[in-house]
């Protein structure tokens, strides 16, 4: 239940301790070289922390803690039904402490703490608790053979693993990657983006409450340069599964080829598709979908619907909706439940963002409502919601990944020029189809080339759906539902070879 006065959350801001230390074989711990960075609070420009800043040392530390706890097979080989009963009672503390753990994230972050309570009161603990109810129903097969063989495919923990994340939702992330890999039997180093430790660091404490072993979950805050590449490039981490950037992640790849050919799962960029046909119902539900598709998190959401490919019929009522709802958004401090809008998650990252409105307006796009005007008192990084009409493809803004309020419109004239639209872009992560027609939903369902497509509503599924993306904005490895297991197992297959003693006998 969310609380109606933001003084109830910024009391728990004020009382909170900020945690600030990593977190290596079950101790918080300082850089071994003593370095920090300092974390900011987006909606105040203030410091709020200095946060170790980890770097090879420390990731050499934690990978040597991490494959010890492996081997002792203290978490790897213990029964499943004790594995289980430990991440039961990790959701259980994060629903406990998700007040306290929203609100540290909230001002980490600059999310709005209504969307960091959503997340972090129900899908990170549902997470951890779905991968813990599968842990003792997976079951292994075994092959046909005749009688003289008994063949077994068993899937085993591939060993240590690193998650590498983002920083624009670091506890939902972090659930998506760890739950499954923990649920599997690995031992997890987990390096936070830099701008957003402080939850995960927390999490680390609930994770030793539970009972997860020393050894088992390490976090590791630092800058990517850093820490991060010293993961990507070590020789005894087997796997990473990485959410960010596609630029990022293909430096993971450069770093597994010039290492130990880690297998690398990819987690990456978009410049998703929110497609309306001529017949689609133009409700407010509808309208609020469009505008959450882009604006949500700031449109700081790797499957954010920014390309909004709108039937040329439509686009002058479609567009003036739009407009009218964004304008109500309620933009402000994120510790307030009302607050649907809160900072971006840097001044660098806003100036960023403001660069790609300038170019719209300057590669001809037609601006319907302007964010660039949007007047805040507060230090902070806010953006209000920008709106263009007339985008063409070719624009830098119809092209490349903003990751902030800039949506656009772009005219097409009937289903086939859409779905080219749509298709035509390097990424392929989501996509958003309206239409009241079921042949045209599957149709373009099928023809889109992404991870997932939404029919009539903005939604990236549930934790039980697969999450990922096509061409650039993944590789094959899924989060989210028994798919993402596959990142964090290997299949081992054993044939025993019988003799034929008794193969005469009739049955
Ligand atoms: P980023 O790629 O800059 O950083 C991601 C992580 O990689 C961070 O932990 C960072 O420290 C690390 N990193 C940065 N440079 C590195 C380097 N040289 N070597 C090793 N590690 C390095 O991404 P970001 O800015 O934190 O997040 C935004 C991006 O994430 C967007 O492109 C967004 O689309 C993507 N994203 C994708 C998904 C998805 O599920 N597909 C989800 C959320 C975000």
Redesign the pocket.
Same mark, same amino acid.
């Given at each position: 239940m969310i609380h109606e006065s933001p003084a109830f959350y910024q009391a728990i801001a004020d009382r909170l301790p900020l945690p600030s230390k990593a977190f290596i074989d079950g101790s918080f711990v300082a850089a071994k070289s003593g370095a920090v960075i300092e974390t900011v609070n987006p909606a105040t420009g203030q410091v709020l922390a200095a946060v170790a800043h980890c770097q090879t040392e420390d990731v050499e530390h934690a990978v040597a803690a991490a494959r010890r706890a492996f081997r002792s097979g203290v978490w790897s080989r213990v029964a499943p039904e004790a594995r289980k009963a430990v991440l039961l009672r990790f959701a259980e503390l994060i629903r406990a402490n998700s007040t306290e753990l929203a609100v540290l994230e909230s001002l980490d972050s600059g999310k709005p703490i209504r969307d960091c309570l959503k997340e972090i009161a129900i899908e990170v603990p549902d997470t951890f608790q779905w991968y813990a109810e599968l842990i003792d129903k997976s079951f292994g097969k075994v092959a046909p053979t005749g009688e003289q063989a008994c063949a077994m495919i068993l899937r085993e923990p591939i060993g240590v693993v690193a998650a590498?994340?983002? *920083?624009? #939702?670091p506890l939902l992330?972090a659930a *998506?990657k760890l739950a499954p890999a923990l649920a599997s039997g690995c031992s997890v180093l987990v390096?936070?983006?830099? %701008?957003t430790s402080m939850s995960i660091l927390r999490l680390a404490e609930l994770a030793a409450e539970a009972g997860i072993p020393a050894g088992v979950l390490n976090i590791l805050p &630092?800058? =990517?340069?850093t820490? =991060? %590449?010293a993961?990507?490039r070590h020789g005894d981490i087997d796997a990473v599964s $990485?959410? &960010? !950037?596609?630029?990022? =992640?293909r430096? $993971?790849l450069r770093?597994a080829a010039d290492s130990n050919l880690k297998s690398i799962g990819?987690?990456? &960029? &978009?410049k998703s598709p929110f497609i309306v046909l001529d017949d689609a119902e133009l409700s407010p539900e509808m309208i609020d979908n469009a505008v959450m598709a882009a604006f949500w998190n700031g449109g %700081?959401?790797? !499957?954010?619907n920014m390309r909004q490919i709108v039937d040329r019929s439509r686009q002058e009522e479609f567009l003036d909706r739009v407009v009218e709802r964004a304008k109500a958004l309620v933009i402000g401090a994120p510790l307030d439940p009302a607050t649907e809008l809160g900072p971006l998650?840097t001044r660098e990252?806003r100036r960023r963002v403001l660069d790609y409105v300038e170019s719209g307006s300057r590669e001809g796009a037609r601006a319907a409502l302007s964010g660039a005007a949007f007047d805040s008192n507060a230090p902070g990084s806010f953006l209000g919601p920008t709106v263009f009409a007339d985008l063409v493809p070719g624009m830098t803004i119809a092209r490349e990944?903003i #990751?902030g309020p800039v949506l656009g419109v772009m005219p097409v004239d009937g289903i086939e020029h859409a779905l080219t639209i749509a298709n035509g872009s390097e990424y392929g992560?989501h996509a958003t189809v309206y239409t009241r027609d079921i042949d045209r939903a599957l149709f373009m369902a099928r023809r889109l080339a992404c991870g997932t497509v939404a029919v009539n509503g903005f939604t990236e599924g549930d934790l039980k759906t697969p #999450?990922? =993306?096509y061409k650039r !904005?993944?590789s094959l490895a899924r989060?989210k539902g028994t798919e993402a297991m596959a990142q964090y197992l290997q299949t081992k297959t054993i044939w025993i070879s019988l003799g034929d003693a008794y193969a005469s006998i009739p049955g």
């Open positions: 590498v994340l983002p *920083w624009n #939702f992330m *998506w390096k936070p983006a830099e %701008q &630092g800058l =990517g340069e820490a =991060g %590449q993961i990507g $990485f959410t &960010g !950037s596609t630029e990022v =992640g430096l $993971f770093y990819l987690e990456m &960029g &978009g %700081q959401n790797c !499957s954010a998650i990252h990944e #990751f992560l #999450f990922g =993306g !904005s993944g989060d």
